[in-house]
């Protein structure tokens, strides 16, 4: 925590199965791997991405806690440590008409809401991961930001928007996001 009371990196939380921790140098290939297939990126992108756009994904997740006091999470499996994706309460600066729901004043870290995501590799889909790692980043988020949340989900990805409602987050509406729709959740 620095002098205003913020995490200056992503604070680890250990679940039964998982660590979220901050990003390391080392975890950049895996992290390119995740992102290279297509099944795990089909609903945020189209065209895969090259390790110049890729690094400065990973650049932006790792220097997001500084500035805001919340940001990305890697995501490692306990048993064997691999890199399994990541969970993230982060301002992605979206551009919106209307913009997302957030304060109309500064809130304690910032002064839109905090949006949840989450990306795991296509390997561990289905095996709970994203539950335990989303439930872990909310329970941080309800102590430490004690503000609403908000995720943006695209209508056909269907496994993220349960577990976006078994979270807790509820429709508040529709936006066009890169020309596509996508649905705005909030939470809290």
């Known amino acids: 925590m620095g002098g205003t009371d913020r995490p200056v990196t992503a604070p680890r939380i250990v679940t039964d199965r998982l660590i979220l921790r901050a990003f390391e140098r080392a975890d950049f290939d895996a992290f390119c791997g995740i992102r290279n297939k297509p099944e795990v990126v089909k609903h945020i992108s189209t065209e895969p991405q090259s390790r110049s756009q890729l690094w400065q994904k990973f650049a932006y997740a790792s220097g997001l806690w500084p500035l805001l006091g919340h940001g990305v999470w890697a995501v490692e499996r306990r048993e064997g440590g691999q890199l399994i994706g990541d969970v993230a309460l982060a301002d992605y600066q979206r551009d919106f008409s209307p913009p997302l729901p957030g304060p109309a004043e500064p809130g304690r870290f910032g002064v839109s809401w905090p949006e949840a995501s989450w990306l ?69």
Request: glycine share 8%; net charge negative; charged share 20%.
């Open 120 to 188: 795991f590799d296509s390997e561990v889909h289905g095996q709970g991961y994203a539950s335990e790692a989303l439930t872990a980043a909310l329970d941080w988020a309800d102590t430490h930001l004690a503000v609403p949340l908000v995720c943006i989900i695209t209508p056909d990805n269907l496994p993220s928007i349960r577990l976006a409602e078994r979270h807790g987050f509820i429709r508040v509406g529709e936006r066009i996001h890169s020309d596509d729709p996508v649905i705005v959740f909030q939470r809290g």
